[in-house]
């Protein structure tokens, strides 16, 4: 079988969609592929897109934000990821960016979170997402999209429904397995699945999705009947594309041997993805020619809030020695964890104690209340000395000094701190692009974007910047690559 179209995108996320919007406005025909029935990632995420400079939603909030302040506070993050000149363009397109992606039919909302939290509840939609606290002039930024529970779904959805609205092709239960090149990419050959196969291997994939995330083993079981399926039934298809191909297959987190060979002290967390992030998009890169940057950067994920009281302890490792700031985003206080073997704990007093258990019924989301009962019931030891409660956790006692009030608890935060308190885990590197139209480095007519490229995440991770990370080079790699010429 043969499909043509100018533009062929590999991945239907957040980053491949806004890739096929932009392209398919330009005038290009856009056919994207994508293995599973798309949302990948982005439709289990939290629906966050950290946004600012002066959006609507802060506007009505009654915030004041310039994108001046948020690319002072983003350089932090970014780092040398991106050039300082991308990072500008980012933050001064960023309200705009927010404004297209409610063109797009994605709602937002300004009711302002105002306490710290990971993820605020279903009465609040703009929070501080990432570590803003920590320096000047500090905004909420965390756009949530407006939906009950974890709203990356809603966020997802309202996007596939406008790329149906825009004439493109979507072709699920297809999986990329070459690129076809000659002296450029001209097209994608794949394995589609039609017809009973198809129902199947998508019935099987939609039941592996949350076990994938809350109890793997039986997600990956599942998984793995979906992939017999996949290969004993997938049919040959080539896809032609006459303008080029952008990779939007997001990252590696579910490829075991990739972590291991790239981030080998990320070991033992939670891959949060899905079976689609096993790099699979990223090796299409690599053996086209392509380079890839910052494979060895993993966001680590240890939130200590909510509840927001827990902020106030002190984060000590294995030999009683204070680190960190609880204060800060998840990932920072994650990767200060893993450069200490991935063990640490969090200190705190009884009034503490007390007032985070207090805080749970109204701070927490539903899925944030087992984690939180957990930590502040079995996952802490409580004595009423600094050195009785070091020796029941096995540590050596906290070198801080007498603070509050006793009994003193330390909260496990290790990386392998039990079932009920699992780590996220999830990569940030990926494929070398230009910086001003997403082509990969070196191949002609392939394009990269989302978790497939480096990007102003993939450095650092605070909540919403990688979705927002995918709008922005979702939508430049779907702009210049219906720029092409048809070849």
């Given at each position: 079988?043969?499909?043509?179209?100018?533009?062929?995108?590999?991945?239907?996320?957040?980053?491949?969609?806004?890739?096929?919007?932009?392209?398919?406005?330009?005038?290009?025909?856009?056919?994207?592929?994508?293995?599973?029935?798309?949302?990948?990632?982005?439709?289990?995420?939290?629906?966050?897109?950290?946004?600012?400079?002066?959006?609507?939603?802060?506007?009505?909030?009654?915030?004041?934000?310039?994108?001046?302040?948020?690319?002072a506070y983003l350089k932090h993050e970014?780092?040398?990821?991106?050039?300082?000149?991308?990072?500008?363009?980012?933050?001064?397109?960023?309200?705009?960016?927010?404004?297209?992606?409610?063109?797009?039919?994605?709602?937002?909302?300004?009711?302002?979170?105002?306490?710290?939290?990971?993820?605020?509840?279903?009465?609040?939609?703009?929070?501080?997402?990432?570590?803003?606290?920590?320096?000047?002039?500090?905004?909420?930024?965390?756009?949530?999209?407006?939906?009950?529970?974890?709203?990356?779904?809603?966020?997802?959805?309202?996007?596939?429904?406008?790329?149906?609205?825009?004439?493109?092709?979507?072709?699920?239960?297809?999986?990329?397995?070459?690129?076809?090149?000659?002296?450029?990419?001209?097209?994608?050959?794949?394995?589609?699945?039609?017809?009973?196969?198809?129902?199947?291997?998508?019935?099987?994939?939609?039941?592996?999705?949350?076990?994938?995330?809350?109890?793997?083993?039986?997600?990956?079981?599942?998984?793995?009947?979906?992939?017999?399926?996949?290969?004993?039934?997938?049919?040959?298809?080539?896809?032609?594309?006459?303008?080029?191909?952008?990779?939007?297959?997001?990252?590696?987190?579910?490829?075991?041997?990739?972590?291991?060979?790239?981030?080998?002290?990320?070991?033992?967390?939670?891959?949060?993805?899905?079976?689609?992030?096993?790099?699979?998009?990223?090796?299409?890169?690599?053996?086209?020619?392509?380079?890839?940057?910052?494979?060895?950067?993993?966001?680590?994920?240890?939130?200590?809030?909510?509840?927001?009281?827990?902020?106030?302890?002190?984060?000590?490792?294995?030999?009683?020695?204070?680190?960190?700031?609880?204060?800060?985003?998840?990932?920072?206080?994650?990767?200060?964890?893993?450069?200490?073997?991935?063990?640490?704990?969090?200190?705190?007093?009884?009034?503490?104690?007390?007032?985070?258990?207090?805080?749970?019924?109204?701070?927490?989301?539903?899925?944030?209340?087992?984690?939180?009962?957990?930590?502040?019931?079995?996952?802490?030891?409580?004595?009423?000395?600094?050195?009785?409660?070091?020796?029941?956790?096995?540590?050596?006692?906290?070198?801080?000094?007498?603070?509050?009030?006793?009994?003193?608890?330390?909260?496990?935060?290790?990386?392998?701190?039990?079932?009920?308190?699992?780590?996220?885990?999830?990569t940030l590197g990926g494929l070398v692009?230009?910086?001003?139209?997403?082509?990969?480095?070196?191949?002609?007519?392939?394009?990269?974007?989302?978790?497939?490229?480096?990007?102003v995440c993939s450095e650092s991770y605070?909540?919403?910047?990688?979705?927002?990370?995918?709008?922005?080079?979702?939508?430049?790699?779907?702009?210049?690559?219906?720029?092409?010429?048809?070849?």
């Amino acid at each position: 079988m043969e499909v043509t179209a100018d533009v062929v995108v590999i991945g239907f996320g957040a980053a491949g969609a806004c890739a096929a919007l932009e392209a398919a406005a330009a005038g290009a025909s856009v056919v994207v592929l994508d293995r599973f029935a798309g949302g990948g990632a982005t439709a289990l995420s939290g629906g966050i897109v950290y946004a600012g400079g002066g959006t609507r939603q802060q506007v009505e909030a009654g915030v004041a934000d310039t994108p001046e302040a948020m690319y002072a506070y983003l350089k932090h993050e970014v780092r040398d990821a991106v050039s300082d000149e991308t990072l500008r363009r980012f933050c001064q397109d960023s309200a705009k960016t927010l404004a297209w992606l409610e063109d797009q039919g994605v709602p937002f909302d300004a009711r302002l979170c105002p306490f710290k939290t990971s993820y605020p509840t279903d009465d609040y939609y703009l929070y501080h997402s990432g570590s803003e606290t920590a320096w000047p002039d500090p905004a909420p930024r965390g756009h949530r999209t407006r939906a009950k529970g974890t709203s990356g779904r809603v966020f997802f959805a309202r996007l596939a429904e406008a790329t149906r609205r825009a004439g493109v092709r979507v072709m699920t239960q297809t999986r990329a397995v070459d690129l076809v090149v000659a002296d450029r990419v001209t097209g994608v050959r794949c394995r589609t699945l039609i017809g009973l196969p198809k129902a199947l291997h998508r019935a099987l994939s939609k039941a592996a999705a949350k076990p994938w995330l809350y109890f793997p083993p039986l997600g990956r079981a599942l998984h793995r009947v979906a992939a017999v399926v996949e290969r004993r039934c997938g049919q040959e298809l080539t896809v032609h594309a006459g303008r080029g191909v952008i990779i939007t297959a997001g990252g590696f987190i579910a490829n075991r041997t990739m972590v291991r060979e790239h981030a080998p002290a990320h070991r033992g967390g939670l891959a949060l993805g899905t079976p689609g992030d096993d790099g699979s998009g990223i090796r299409l890169g690599i053996a086209a020619g392509g380079t890839t940057d910052r494979l060895d950067k993993v966001s680590v994920w240890r939130f200590v809030t909510p509840p927001s009281a827990l902020q106030r302890g002190i984060l000590v490792d294995v030999d009683g020695q204070p680190f960190g700031d609880a204060t800060r985003y998840g990932a920072a206080i994650g990767d200060e964890i893993i450069k200490r073997d991935g063990k640490a704990w969090l200190l705190i007093d009884d009034d503490t104690l007390t007032v985070a258990k207090a805080q749970v019924p109204t701070q927490t989301a539903a899925f944030q209340r087992f984690q939180a009962r957990y930590l502040l019931s079995k996952g802490l030891v409580t004595a009423p000395t600094l050195e009785a409660v070091a020796e029941k956790a096995g540590i050596r006692a906290p070198q801080v000094e007498p603070f509050g009030r006793p009994p003193y608890s330390l909260i496990n935060v290790s990386v392998r701190a039990g079932f009920g308190y699992p780590c996220p885990m999830l990569t940030l590197g990926g494929l070398v692009v230009d910086e001003e139209t997403g082509a990969v480095q070196g191949v002609s007519g392939l394009y990269a974007a989302g978790r497939s490229a480096v990007g102003v995440c993939s450095e650092s991770y605070v909540s919403g910047l990688a979705l927002a990370d995918c709008v922005f080079s979702g939508r430049r790699a779907g702009q210049h690559v219906a720029k092409e010429v048809r070849c």
